[in-house]
């Protein structure tokens, strides 16, 4: 009876349009979209102008090297058109603007004593896409500077390794990478999206158990020999099926389309059977709790959306405030993407991920509960 | 003969409402049994409790001799029910419809597509199985929607208002059916408020009002036990008729004029000779069989259809 009713389930599925968009399509989309603009952030060409007024090779060979170490692409300018760039920086229609000033040549070679001020004019609000410009100026700054002290000691009368010894810093910077694999956006995304999508099959289930019961089906089939638990457990293996056919299918599409290395494939497995026994388990309870669709809609927006956001599903955990970092959690997402990080970036099995299958198995477990300890309640209202 | 269905006081409130006010009948085995009423009398409560989707919060129901409270599971091997609403999947095919229904009714895998052909057939939609029933007219969802309570071959069909807004071929067809079904000895029970489909199909019937039975029986016996004969004049210029000698005062009905009576011949020889001595033309004067509309109104002070 069970199987009947996820196989009639099923074949209502397939003949609604919707269905491969929303489950499948959507997804998709966003993993594309989203891996092609977050993967291309530093690598985007932000084009930044600049007056030179000193037009001396050495202001030249500056602007070279601040272009090839910023990745910015550097515009030039005419003195003249320089109040144009400051009223366009003013309106918010300008990113910056880089001004040589006139004699940088010659105070790079030391001559006068005195210390040329490249100015960087900036729009207040737009401090993430200059900030990197404004880095690289400053390491050039200090670059120049290590270069005027060294010839400060060679005139000084100190030998090369001397001049080494005291310029060498008070310590270095041994970078080590201790994962399996970097990190990189897809690790983030195609994972962080599969999560999120599951938990929008909840809005499949809404739209069955609530539309059979306004339409009288659920009743109905009181009147028949099933069993009003075959009825809701028939349901739940619908959708947990079509939760695993999706997960699947979105792993294998970050895989195949990206190179995403999926790891442990028994892991992977487990945990993606209990994500989706987590997710379909929480949308059997709303099922069974919303009054309205309306109502169940709203629940699941907070919980899919808010979930995503919490538990780190569109950027990592680490850039949130500490309570944030807290509070995601509690969250299954959170969980959930812990574990596909886990084993596709740290090379973790199942047993490595022990804790994540356990919060989704708990999940899962009280969701399934809750629905059963409400069913009888659904039930009775859709009697009439 | 033991009764199909045996119902005693049921008693049934939603919060303050009473929607069954202890209601009783009884349903022979075989025929077709008519429970008519307006829309809230307590048919579609009283359904429900039959084919177990509610329970009664007091009285007692028997199907078949079996007590619905207690062995509900056996009970629902022997019913049908058709609801008033179309519960089928639009999407889907009659065929499909039927499919899932045959399952959820346990028909046997191996009787099931043979069954469905033979259902679909008996409501006259064997050309239409593989449709989606979203391309259905309403009459012929209708059909389908109580082909699928015929599935497993119940020996009780309850049907809650199953012509409510359909086409009169489909009507027809379900009209024959439910003939065909009493012909093999299938119990029917028919809710509705329109008369004249109890009259059509019905050997007994309960009017039901307000939760309670005002009347039942066969319908010819409520019909003389609590409907007053008349007689009908219609003029042919449609004027005002005189009113016949020791007979009360005409009633103005459709085109003509009534007078109620217990002595209609009288009344309507009464009547030809005050026509005639007032060289009046006759359209049309006859003896009238009560109907059960006046029946109800003269229970109740109101009328059958609710506006």
């Known amino acids: 009876m069970v199987w009947k009713i ?22 998709i989309l966003f ?110 700054a200090n670059g120049y500077r290590e270069t005027k002290i060294a010839s400060a000691l060679a005139a000084a009368g100190l030998s090369d390794k001397e001049r080494e010894n005291a310029l060498s810093a008070a310590f270095s910077i041994d970078d080590r990478l201790e994962n399996g694999t970097g990190y990189n956006v897809i690790t983030q995304i195609v994972p962080g999206y599969t999560v999120m999508f599951v938990f929008f099959v909840i809005i499949s289930m809404l739209k069955r158990f609530l539309g059979d019961k306004e339409s009288g089906m659920t009743a109905r089939l009181r009147s028949t020999r099933m069993s009003p638990l075959s009825y809701l457990l028939g349901m739940w293996l619908a959708f947990l099926v079509v939760a695993l056919v999706q997960c699947c ?8 389309a990206y190179g995403l290395q999926l790891g442990d494939p028994l892991a992977v497995a487990a945990l993606v059977v209990l994500l ?79 804790y994540s299958l356990l919060v989704l198995a708990l999940v899962a477990s009280a969701g399934l509960i809750i629905a059963l300890l409400r069913y009888r309640r659904f039930i009775r209202t859709a009697l009439g | 003969m033991k009764a199909a269905i045996a119902v005693n006081e049921l008693f049934k409130q939603y919060g303050s409402k009473t929607a069954l006010d202890g209601i009783t009948f009884d349903v022979s085995a075989g025929g077709c049994f008519g429970l008519l009423g307006p829309n809230g009398a307590g048919k ?97 969802k209708r059909r389908v929607n109580i082909a699928a309570a015929l599935l497993h071959r119940p020996k009780l069909i309850i049907m809650d208002e199953p012509t409510v807004g359909i086409d009169p071929q489909s009507r027809n067809h379900i009209f024959e059916m439910i003939r065909s079904l009493k012909q093999g000895g299938v119990t029917v029970l028919y809710s509705t408020h329109y008369m004249e489909e109890v009259e059509a199909l019905c050997e007994d019937l309960a009017i039901v009002d307000h939760g309670r039975v005002i009347a039942s029986g066969s319908l010819d016996d409520v019909l003389e036990k609590h409907g007053t004969q008349a007689v009908y004049l219609e003029l042919q210029d449609g004027s005002r008729p005189p009113i016949p000698n020791g007979f009360g005062a005409p009633v103005p009905k459709g085109r003509g004029w009534t007078v109620e009576t ?46």
């Open chain 1, 6 to 27: 996820a196989k009639n389930e099923w074949k209502l599925l397939l003949k609604e349009k919707g269905t491969f968009f929303w489950l499948l399509g959507m997804p």
């Open chain 1, 276 to 354: 989706c026994a987590c997710g379909t388990g929480i949308g059997l309870a709303v099922c069974m709790i919303a009054k309205s669709e309306n109502q169940g809609m709203a629940f699941t927006q907070l919980l899919t959306m808010g979930g995503a956001v919490l538990g780190g599903l569109w950027f990592p955990i680490d850039l949130m405030p500490e309570a944030v970092q807290t509070i995601s959690r509690f969250t299954p997402q959170y969980w959930a993407q812990k574990g596909f990080q886990d084993i596709m970036l740290r090379g973790a099995h199942a047993s490595g991920i022990g």
């Open chain 2, 44 to 140: 579609s409560t009283t359904m429900k409790i039959l084919s177990g989707l509610l329970e009664p919060d007091r009285g007692s129901v028997a199907i078949f001799g079996k007590a619905a409270g207690k062995e509900r599971d056996s009970i629902k091997e022997l019913i049908g029910y058709v609801p008033q609403s179309i519960t089928l999947y639009e999407k889907l095919s009659a065929r499909d419809n039927l499919r899932f229904f045959g399952d959820m009714y346990k028909v046997p895998k191996r009787e099931l597509t043979s069954r469905i052909g033979e259902v679909l057939e008996q409501v006259g939609l064997a050309d239409r199985a593989k449709d989606a029933v979203s391309t259905f007219s309403g009459g012929m």
């Open chain 1, 31 to 140: 993993i594309v979209l989203f891996g092609s603009v977050l993967g291309s952030v530093g690598k985007t060409d932000v084009t930044v102008p600049y007056v030179d007024n000193d037009r001396s090779e050495a202001s030249k060979a500056f602007l070279a090297t601040v272009e090839e170490k910023s990745g910015y692409v550097l515009e030039e300018k005419q003195p003249a058109d320089m109040e144009e760039q400051l009223d366009k920086i003013r309106d918010g229609k300008g990113t910056g603007l880089l001004v040589v000033p006139q004699g940088f040549g010659q105070s790079l070679n030391g001559a006068g004593g005195a210390t040329s001020a490249v100015e960087l004019y900036r729009e207040a609000t737009n401090e993430s896409v200059v900030a990197p410009l404004r880095a690289v100026l400053e390491n050039l």
């Open chain 2, 262 to 307: 217990s002595s209609p011949l009288d009344a309507l020889a009464s009547w030809a000779q005050a026509c005639r001595s007032a060289s009046l033309g006759v359209k049309q004067l006859e003896i009238v069989r009560p109907s059960l509309e006046a029946v109800f109104l003269s229970l109740t002070g109101t009328t059958l259809r609710d506006n």
């Open chain 1, 249 to 256: 299918a979105l792993l294998a599409f970050g895989h195949f």
